[in-house]
């Protein structure tokens, strides 16, 4: 059985910073497309950032461009979103997701478009105070 499982939210002040994990157990998602989702209150659900594992490609939305970064550790199977200078927009409950059958085009090069993702975690929240 395939889990992601994510771990480090919780509530900073505006400008501050956050790492979040996601730890990828089962041997078939250490392959393909790792990323996060974002969903604040209201709005509807949004990919803000992948990873993919064959080569560290990445990509972001716009609206986090320049202050999160995502990267991974192949030996542990588990991706890191650091996120840096937070605002109070970025109050959300965060979503690890993972597909071992995407490839570059899916996971990195088709930009802002919405993908499937096979797998996802039960979200972590995330809350920006101003």
């Known amino acids: 059985e395939v889990k992601v499982v994510e771990s480090g939210g919780g509530s900073v002040q505006a400008g501050g910073a956050l790492r979040l994990s996601c730890a990828a157990a089962g041997d078939t998602v250490r392959r393909g497309c790792m990323g996060w989702f974002r969903q604040a209150p209201g709005k509807e659900r949004e990919k803000i950032a992948t990873i993919y594992k064959n080569d560290d490609n990445t990509y972001y939305h716009d609206s986090v461009k320049g202050r999160f970064t995502i990267s991974q550790d192949k030996d542990k199977n588990t991706v890191y979103l650091q996120m840096s200078n937070l605002k109070p927009e970025d109050t959300a409950i965060y979503y690890c997701?993972?597909?071992?059958?995407?490839?570059?085009?899916?996971?990195?090069?088709?930009?802002?478009?919405?993908?499937?993702?096979?797998?996802w975690g039960q979200g972590t929240q995330v809350t920006v105070s101003s």
């Open positions: 997701v993972a597909d071992p059958n995407w490839g570059a085009l899916a996971c990195v090069n088709i930009g802002d478009a919405q993908v499937e993702f096979l797998y």
